[in-house]
């Protein structure tokens, strides 16, 4: 076996063991919430009777460990059960939603990289003067911006003054500008923030002197530069591209996007465990594959950097 | 089951239905043959027109007997039919049956149906078609969350093709109005096993409707074309497109941004200015769905009558109504709203601190110390009014402490007689309009977890009154014994009594004709384009 592929193999072991303790801390905590589930999927108006049925249905009536149980065997059988609510298939029903989050949140790290970057790297490089100033604040400006004030502010101002763009949905491109902006503003501020910093320390480097003294263009001189900033950088953008698959939830509320983020709050209020765990399993599942992606993709920007012996 | 004067009211119910339902129905049937066609002058189907609805929750389900929320039924509804339906005044009219009648001893109804009517797949629908619907609401193998109406069915019996009888375990003068609700909505039985159906399921509803249903796209969109052989009057519009828009400032800067025509809830914080807004037509239609704070009357000292008075004299609701809830609700002057069958006007507790405080005192009350329990987001305005009542109360020397809670917990609280909360705000609606559902909430038969009386409040004598009123067939001695409930319920004061909601609405001031049903429900089908 490659060094490449054991080192693929032990991290993605780890990965199986990360998911089972997810999956037990998650049955725990949603049984943890407080209020009857079952009162609230079978209704108000529902008969005691109805609610048992409930109870029953869900295997609530279980003990934990049992639920534990079952949940793992149905997950190495492929299945994350069935809505209590819907009443379908929850790999269906995530299936079905999360294409949209993912592309909502692939936007969103785009708009973040290119505009943080592009930021950062001029902030650096015409350090204390007006670009600079302008940069910082709107660094600060995205990131103490509320998602859900800077939502509806651009639908005021792209919907209903200019009427350029529809208010919400998933209809076509048009849909996606605004929330990729509102989702993409964050990353952007916290991109180029840490763009800005590590640029100007590589700046100062002994080499990047040398290839000025050699009189090249200054963007030559900031290319060799940006590309050994790069490896912060990168790691910010991964990072970032988690906590948009969560920070989806509010865009997604504002702009009427059917992703995943609308899906987990509606079956967190509905009480709809199997929904809750699947959608929980599923995000942690992809922020682990993201974690590997992000640490594979060090060592194809900077080749000094090896994973494995 | 026999009632305490089985004598008397057999009399009764013989003697009333022949004149008082005969010309009802009379009534009743030239009623929906003009309702459209006049009343409403809708010019003729368009081709193409689409009428975009924004609504604030995405649906869980589209099978009639499974729903659970009115924004479903609402968007069911376009596509099924019922036997009978609500009026915008909220009594029962002709749809599918034509008219109806009830035995003498009560125990069957009778429904005839409308003949040369077909389903949108081309099933046509038939007494035997009724009756494969509506079996499934007793057969127990479907789950029926609002099914509790059906109760007293025993078998359903397609007498010929437009003749459909039901009999009863015992006689039942609710059935009719339940029989108006989305759950009793009939749907063609080939489709049951078509498209994804399967009879336990229903997830593509094909029904006799003025628009079929087409498309769902979860979390965004629900779409209906409009049927062209209909049975009925042809509405205007080809399409109807309701948009699943969770956020209200977002639904209405829809309205606004004139992609939506028409949208639910707006944010009604924003009322004042909709109102004033001259491309925007606002409506206020009453509902069904009384607002109220229920008190736990087995904590001491609201076992005492005068302390829950007190309570009703101490909050000033119409001030709460102008400043906090900018007038999205009419104020309750009866245990019932005005929408149900049976309501009549008690009275008010006009706010009146002093008096409040001289009940306090000859109760004995000193240094009250409550909680005051609220959801967020559940009512309008809620934890926003409790924030209000907790102000009043404190002005009459009760230190009322509100606490918010997520719906789930709050659910499961309010069911416990040792809550950690004396007070708690909730919402009840009887979608069938039926004043029975309404007095669930006063009866010691229906105190958790049998029921949602959770003021645990029970009477002897309303009670019996109510065990009676369930079985009277004879409208008018029924609605005498309902209005004395509610003269005493008001009296006894399990409840600070607030307000009933509105469906607040509000649509494109260039269209007309958007109406309503008074059980939380809008209407688009007499809506068109102003001329």
């Not at chain 1, 800005?196 to 990047?208: C, G, H, I, K």
């Not at chain 2, 003697?15 to 030239?30: I, Q």
């Not at chain 2, 005051?372 to 305005?381: C, H, N, S, V």
Request: aromatic share 8%; proline share 6%.
């Amino acid at each position: 076996m490659s060094g490449f592929s054991a080192y693929l193999v032990r991290r993605l072991a780890a990965a199986v063991i990360t998911l089972l303790g997810v999956v037990l801390v998650m049955v725990l905590l949603v049984r943890a919430l407080p209020g009857d589930a079952a009162r609230v999927i079978a209704g108000l108006q529902a008969t005691p009777e109805q609610v048992e049925q409930v109870r029953q249905s869900l295997g609530l009536d279980q003990p934990v460990p049992v639920q534990y149980w079952r949940y793992v065997v149905n997950l190495a059988e492929g299945s994350l059960g069935t809505s209590a609510r819907f009443g379908t298939s929850v790999l269906a029903e995530i299936g079905h939603r999360l294409p949209y989050t993912i592309a909502l949140a692939v936007c969103g790290t785009f708009f973040g990289a290119i505009f943080g970057i592009a930021l950062g790297v001029l902030a650096a490089t015409h350090k204390g003067r007006w670009v600079d100033a302008v940069g910082s604040m709107l660094g600060v400006a995205g990131i103490s911006m509320p998602v859900y004030w800077l939502g509806i502010l651009l639908i005021v101002l792209f919907s209903v003054q200019l009427r350029w763009l529809p208010i919400g949905g998933a209809e076509g491109l048009a849909s996606l500008v605004m929330p990729t902006i509102t989702l993409g503003v964050f990353s952007m501020a916290v991109v180029s923030r840490m763009t800005r910093s590590t640029m100007l320390d590589t700046l100062d480097q002994d080499y990047v002197r040398t290839v000025r003294a050699k009189g090249v263009a200054e963007w030559i001189a900031v290319r060799h530069a940006l590309r050994n900033a790069f490896i912060p950088i990168l790691t910010v953008i991964g990072l970032q591209f988690g906590t948009l698959l969560g920070g989806a939830v509010l865009t997604e509320t504002v702009f009427s996007w059917p992703g995943i983020g609308q899906l987990l709050v509606q079956s967190i209020n509905n009480r709809d465990f199997p929904l809750v765990q699947g959608i929980v399993f599923v995000f942690a599942a992809m922020f682990i594959v993201l974690n590997i992606v992000t640490d594979l993709l060090y060592s194809v920007v900077d080749p000094r950097v090896r994973l494995f012996r | 089951m026999s009632t305490s004067h089985p004598q008397s009211s057999q009399a009764t119910v013989s003697r009333r239905p022949r004149t008082g339902l005969a010309a009802t129905l009379m009534f009743a049937v030239a009623m929906s043959v003009t309702a459209y066609a006049s009343a409403q002058g809708t010019p003729a189907p368009s081709p193409n027109a689409t009428l975009t609805i924004g609504i604030g929750v995405d649906l869980d389900t589209v099978d009639p007997a499974q729903q659970t929320t009115t924004t479903v039924q609402n968007v069911i509804d376009y596509g099924l039919e019922k036997l009978v339906a609500f009026d915008t005044q909220g009594k029962i009219k002709p749809l599918l049956a034509t008219s109806w009648e009830t035995s003498k001893d009560g125990l069957t109804l009778t429904l005839h149906l409308r003949e040369g009517v077909k389903f949108h797949d081309g099933t046509p629908f038939n007494a035997e078609a009724a009756a494969f619907s509506l079996e499934r609401l007793i057969s127990g193998k479907v789950k029926v969350p609002i099914g509790a109406g059906f109760k007293s069915i025993k078998s359903i019996e397609a007498v010929n093709p437009s003749t459909l009888a039901i009999h009863l375990k015992n006689p039942d003068p609710n059935l009719l109005p339940n029989l108006s609700i989305t759950t009793a909505s009939i749907f063609s039985p080939t489709s049951a096993t078509k498209e994804g159906n399967t009879p336990t399921n229903i997830v593509h509803p094909v029904g006799t409707g003025p628009y079929q249903f087409t498309r769902w796209n979860k979390g965004s969109e629900v779409v209906y074309t409009r049927v062209d052989d209909y049975w009925g009057a042809k509405p205007y519009y080809k399409t109807v497109s309701f948009k699943v828009i969770p956020e209200a400032n977002s639904r209405e800067a829809g309205l606004l941004a004139g992609q939506l025509d028409v949208i639910m809830n707006p944010p009604v914080t924003d009322l004042t200015a909709l109102s004033s807004n001259p491309a925007v037509k606002l409506i206020k239609a009453p509902s069904d769905r009384s607002v109220f704070i229920a008190i736990n009357v087995t904590k001491p000292p609201f076992d005492n009558e005068k302390v829950r008075q007190a309570l009703n004299y101490a909050v000033d609701k119409d001030s709460i109504i102008k400043n906090v809830m900018f007038d999205a609700v009419n104020p309750m002057d009866s245990p019932f709203p005005s929408s149900l069958t049976g309501y009549c006007k008690v009275g008010s507790y006009k706010y009146d601190p002093a008096k409040a405080k001289q009940l306090l005192a000859e109760a004995g009350v000193k240094n009250l110390k409550v909680t005051l329990a609220t959801p967020t987001g559940r009512y309008i305005q809620d934890s926003q009014f409790a924030q209000a009542v907790s102000g009043y109360l404190r002005k009459v020397g009760i230190e009322a402490n509100v606490r918010t809670m997520d719906w789930p917990s709050y659910v499961s609280g309010m069911q416990q007689k040792d809550a950690p909360f004396e007070l708690h705000v909730l919402g009840w609606a009887p979608g069938a309009l039926d004043g029975p559902t309404q007095l669930q909430m006063f009866t010691g038969a229906t105190m958790p977890p049998k029921g949602l009386n959770t003021s645990f409040f029970s009477d002897p004598a309303i009670d019996k009154l109510t065990a009676e009123a369930a079985l009277n067939l004879d409208d008018a001695s029924r609605n005498q014994q309902l209005c004395q409930i509610q003269k005493d319920v008001w009296q006894k004061a399990p409840w600070i009594f607030l307000w009933s909601q509105t469906l607040v609405l509000a649509h494109n001031a260039k269209i007309t004709g958007v109406s309503y049903v008074p059980n939380e429900k809008f209407e688009t089908l007499g809506a068109h384009p102003k001329p």
